[in-house]
């Protein structure tokens, strides 16, 4: 997941965005709401409380270059 915290001092949330994307949502989204005009994406929002005591920083900021499609690449 990629998380993008608001610029607030102490945010209650941040929005998170899968990394393989594309494959989570066909997986959560069903294809009804993806092929609608109005559909424009997805994001989770996670609770930082959720967030610091449920996952691990495997990396602060990824690069572009890791990058290609919606999967991380290994390095």
């Not at 959560?28 to 930082?48: A, I, Q, W």
């Not at 495997?58 to 690449?73: C, I, R």
Request: proline share 5%; charged share 25%.
């Amino acid at each position: 997941m990629i998380i993008d915290y608001d610029s607030l001092h102490r945010p209650i949330a941040a929005n998170a965005k899968a990394i393989n994307y594309t494959h989570v949502e066909e997986d959560m989204v069903p294809e009804s709401d993806r092929s609608n005009t109005k559909y424009s994406g997805f994001y989770l929002v996670l609770k930082t409380l959720e967030l610091s005591r449920d996952f691990k920083l495997v990396q602060e900021k990824p690069t572009p270059a890791e990058y290609q499609g919606d999967s991380l690449l290994s390095l």
